[in-house]
């Protein structure tokens, strides 16, 4: 009964004599994520290579626990999807969180370099946000936003 709650929470349905319930629960999924995210932090390497490694581990996991228990179908779609939201989302996290982990910002710059140069900054500005605040990123104390802004003029 507890892997088959687990594999609710990853979106698998699961029958139950003669009903099938489908009904996510939130928690599990959290929980799970939460787990992953945790272990990705405290003993992955920060690489794109650790990254895939996990989130296949986890496919392979949550998919093998649904066909052992009887899945089958589109039932085994959903758990794979369910598996790479949940593994790959908290492999995702858990990574970047890490000291030696690019910053969310460079990495922005990387894979979104066709963006114009304002959007980059506001995205570099918001990752920055809780390390400090650099050159032309000012927090504006009125709105609470963080946004590229002229030096103050005063008359």
């Known amino acids: 009964m507890a892997g088959a709650l687990w594999l609710l929470g990853h979106g698998v349905p699961v029958a139950v004599g003669a009903a099938t319930i489908t009904v996510v629960p939130l928690g599990i999924g959290a929980l799970a994520l939460f787990t992953t995210y945790v272990s990705a932090k405290r003993s992955a390497i920060a690489s794109p290579a650790a990254v895939v490694s996990g989130a296949v581990t986890y496919l392979l996991a949550v998919v093998g626990s649904a066909a052992a228990g009887g899945v089958r179908g589109s039932g085994l779609a959903l758990a794979a999807l369910g598996a790479l939201v949940v593994g790959g989302g908290g492999m995702v996290l858990g990574t970047l969180a890490q000291p030696e982990a690019p910053r969310i910002g460079d990495l922005a710059e990387r894979a979104f370099g066709v963006v114009p140069a304002v959007a980059r900054l506001g995205v570099r500005g918001e990752a920055s946000r809780s ?12 709105c609470g936003w963080w946004r590229a802004v002229a030096p103050p003029t005063t008359s």
Do not use: E, F, I, L
């Open 131 to 142: 390390r400090r605040c650099s050159g032309s990123v000012r927090c504006s104390p009125r």
